[in-house]
């Protein structure tokens, strides 16, 4: 090796003290070269195969040496054979991977006249074996056969990170699954460190929608280091893979049932209120997807005013999505989407209630299978099932709640002077301004319309008593339910008259920053603006600013 490339080499050496600890870990990208100085470390396998101990003027690693002088350096990473552990003390000159990088980079060609021109196929054989090795750390791929983890090493891709950037993201379409070589990255919800991500593209390969409909992620992924190095296995990747002569190993790893089951409960999780119900109930609902073919142009699936007899999820081609209300162009939903969201809602609020309102929630939109984009294929929850399977697990849907208390038949009683409090900015108020409040609280019905418009004054604000409300603006849908603590409407109108002196409101009232739409039958409790001016307590008292209050 030409003498300026040892100089560099050298130059990269650092100091390194470990006790009684894992240096190099087997299976994994090797991340360093370690020279001995002091003390001795062990060498193993995790099969026990071998065993031994080097000391002071040995060395472990060379593989990083002859690194660069691969035709895929940039691509891939030596992988540790052994586990190195330090026997007490040692005291070591360590040459990190990442540093050879750089190093190498820039003396390629003195590596590539090292004479490494005549390695045999041995020795290829060798650098895929390190990443069979690799793929066999994911449990589902453990027991593949070694062809089909050739194969798929053979289109592994490298690519990098910058810090703090989020790989994949938590219930969004995962697209890859990826091997960390270089860096760290951690899964963000638990802190800890991984070292592959991606794993459930395994699972789908051999469903009918794939690569077109993806899974969801089911963590996000985050780069902690200064920036990251990976190997990546496209979704697109995976199924030639599955398409060519492996079929039979990949329909090995799941049963066409746990397929059938696991591909249905990732649609229904890409629907919020669906993440977070048990297991146990997706499974049930998920038994309840009807596959319905449209194949004729123009063909009504859903339409607007309607009764919402059903929710949909789009396996195939294009639903067009039209609102008579609304002055846009129609919107879409394409494979993987789905419509109808706000039965669940309805569903799962009115089942803690002894029965079910007599009439559905109608359509606010209607969904059609347009001129344009195909036969459609959906997968269809109706109302019925979906209140049929609600009602069995009705004990996962009773929502504790302060605000309403629940006899065999109706709600007897309802405390306004609780929902006052549950409003932040009332939270501190007089308990005798809030009653004076409570007088003037009055209670009306909605149905299937606007209770509030967006940008519009504010001249009222209400409490919901019974049922659900959808809240929007332009970039954002929620709902909200009897049994939330935020069951209201109106905190802006509610500042606004913290802050005036008067007992008659301006004409210039704040103007809503949402939306609030009646899906199917509400009950509130409606307080009007104007009465609202009437009650003047002594704000200076009553209401108290906590942000600028010191504790000592």
């Known amino acids: 090796m030409d003498e300026q490339v040892l100089i560099e080499i050298s130059k990269h050496l650092k100091p390194k ?3 009684n600890q894992i240096i190099i870990k087997e299976d994994r990208p090797l991340e360093m070269m370690l020279f001995v100085v002091e003390g001795h470390v062990i060498i193993k396998k995790k099969d026990c195969s071998s065993e031994f101990q080097l000391g002071a003027g040995d060395l472990y690693g060379e593989k990083l040496l002859v690194w660069p002088s691969w ?3 940039h691509g891939t990473r030596p992988i540790a054979t052994e586990s190195v552990q330090a026997i007490d003390d040692v005291e070591a000159l360590v040459l990190l991977a990442s540093d050879m990088v750089s190093i190498g980079s ?5 590596f590539n006249k090292l004479g490494m021109s005549d390695r045999t196929d041995s020795h290829w054989e060798l650098l895929t074996c390190d990443k069979v090795t690799m793929l066999q750390e994911v449990p589902k791929l453990r027991n593949m056969d070694k062809q089909v983890l050739k194969a798929m090493s053979e289109h592994l891709q490298s690519n990098v990170y910058g810090h703090n950037v989020n790989i994949v993201q938590e219930y969004r379409p995962l697209s890859m699954m990826f091997f960390v070589t270089r860096g760290k990255v951690i899964n963000d919800e638990t802190g800890r460190a991984g070292y592959f991500f991606g794993e459930e593209l395994v699972e789908w ?4 929608s794939f690569p077109e409909i993806l899974p969801l992620s089911t963590c996000t992924a985050k780069v902690v280091s200064n920036d990251a190095e990976f190997l990546v296995l496209t979704a697109e990747v995976l199924k030639s893979l599955a398409s060519d002569n492996f079929v039979s190993h990949f329909s090995k790893i ?8 696991f591909v249905r409960l990732t649609r229904l999780k890409k629907v919020e209120i669906f993440r977070h119900m048990d297991k146990q109930v997706l499974e049930a609902i998920s038994e309840r997807l009807d ?7 123009n063909t009504y699936i859903i339409r607007e005013n309607e009764p919402l007899k059903m929710m949909f999820f789009v396996v195939r081609g294009v639903v067009t999505i039209e609102n008579n209300r609304i002055i846009e162009r129609p919107k879409t939903c394409e494979m993987g989407g789905f419509y109808g969201e706000e039965l669940a809602h309805w569903v799962t609020t009115w089942v803690s209630h002894s029965s079910f309102p007599a009439k559905l929630p109608l359509s606010t939109g209607s969904a059609l299978r347009g001129p344009r984009g195909g036969p459609v294929e959906i997968l269809a929850l109706s109302a019925d099932d979906l209140k049929s399977v609600v009602s069995k697990f009705r004990s996962s849907f009773t929502r504790e709640s302060t605000l309403l208390t629940y006899s065999q038949s109706e709600p007897s009683t309802r405390d306004p002077l609780t929902m006052l409090k549950n409003v932040e900015r009332l939270k501190t108020m007089d308990e005798k301004v809030l009653k004076e409040i409570c007088g003037h609280l009055e209670l009306k019905k909605y149905e299937d319309e606007d209770i509030i418009q967006l940008n519009e004054p504010m001249e009222m604000m209400f409490f919901i008593v019974r049922g ?11 709902y909200r339910n009897e049994a939330e603590r935020s069951n209201h409407s109106g905190d802006d109108l509610i500042e606004y008259w913290a802050r005036s002196k008067y007992t008659v409101f301006s004409a210039e009232l704040p103007l809503s920053p949402f939306s609030f739409r009646a899906i199917g039958e509400v009950e509130v409790l409606v307080l009007m603006a104007n009465d609202l001016a009437k009650v003047q307590p002594c704000r200076s008292v009553t209401i108290i600013d906590y942000s600028i209050i010191q504790v000592d």
């Open 468 to 478: 659900v409300v959808a809240v929007t603006n332009e970039y954002w849908k929620h």
């Open 254 to 261: 799941a049963s066409p049932l746990d397929l059938f089951t």
């Open 17 to 19: 003290r470990y006790t």
């Open 71 to 73: 035709t895929s350096f």
């Open 106 to 110: 820039r003396f390629r060609s003195d």
């Open 291 to 297: 596959v319905v073919n449209y194949p004729f142009k």
């Open 205 to 208: 390969v051999l469903d009918k």
